[in-house]
């Protein structure tokens, strides 16, 4: 499993776009939600290390805007990662230990999935917008194909160089501007890719949704002091 940083967000009757505009396929996918207080769908996510070893897990994901996101793992293990809008925790109940860390400090803040947060827009996170026509590498011959009437974007990450992780986020849209699959590549051929459904807008959830109250017996690592005492 990867932790990243973030991308997503809705108008009311959005024409839709034309598939060879990038410009306007990007600001519809920020519309779709960009009215949406809250949003939830359920998520398989996958991550490949590029050497052949793979590994698969499912869940619920819960956003509010701005800047808050639950991640629950329910799949082959129960796991919590939730950002409450100030810190980044992640929390595996078998290992009775959690670990936190600042936002703005964390390189935990998927990356391509800032948008659905509200927290930034695709112009900001990238120094390329292009559209492609399917998952392959970008010397592919044949690239995963995508269904009919979607549309895939290749971001190029505006952090680039050797302090960033970041390659390449591809976002697949539905005809509906729905985010359905998103990729993130990271230097060194690792690959995590997301994939959504059954996006549900505007749902009454519970605020201690978004906050996390350490249980009893569980230790807290606190990963900026980790990384201080390891210097």
């Known amino acids: 499993m990867s932790f990243l940083l973030p991308f997503i967000i809705l108008l009311i009757a959005i024409p839709l776009p034309q598939k060879g505009d990038t410009h306007d396929v990007a600001r519809a996918l920020e519309s779709r939600y960009r009215h949406a207080a809250t949003l ?66 964390s390189s935990d803040w998927r ?19 292009e559209i492609v026509s399917g998952f392959g590498e970008m010397n592919d011959e044949k690239p995963r194909p995508v269904p009919a009437g979607d549309t895939v974007l290749k971001c190029t990450p505006r952090q680039g160089g050797a302090d960033s992780p970041f390659r390449e986020v591809l976002l697949e849209t539905d005809p509906e501007s729905h985010l359905v699959r998103a990729v993130i590549r990271e230097v060194g051929g690792t690959e995590t890719e997301f994939r959504f459904g059954g996006w549900e807008e505007n ?29």
């Not at 994901?61 to 793992?73: I, K, L």
């Not at 990356?111 to 917008?129: E, S, W």
Request: proline share 5%.
């Open 40 to 105: 939830k769908a359920v998520f398989f996510e996958s991550f490949s290390d590029g050497k052949g070893g793979v590994a698969a897990e499912s869940g619920v994901v819960f956003f509010s805007r701005p800047g808050r996101m639950r991640w629950e793992y329910k799949s082959p293990e129960e796991k919590l990662f939730l950002v409450d809008g100030t810190n980044v925790w992640f929390f595996v109940p078998a290992d009775k230990t959690v670990s936190r860390a600042k936002m703005k400090e």
């Open 111 to 129: 990356t391509p999935i800032a948008v659905l947060a509200g927290k930034a827009d695709l112009g900001q996170l990238c120094r390329k917008l």
């Open 203 to 231: 749902l009454a959830i519970p605020e201690a949704k978004f906050h996390f109250a350490v249980p009893a017996g569980v230790v807290v690592v606190d990963e900026a002091s980790l990384a201080d005492a390891l210097h």
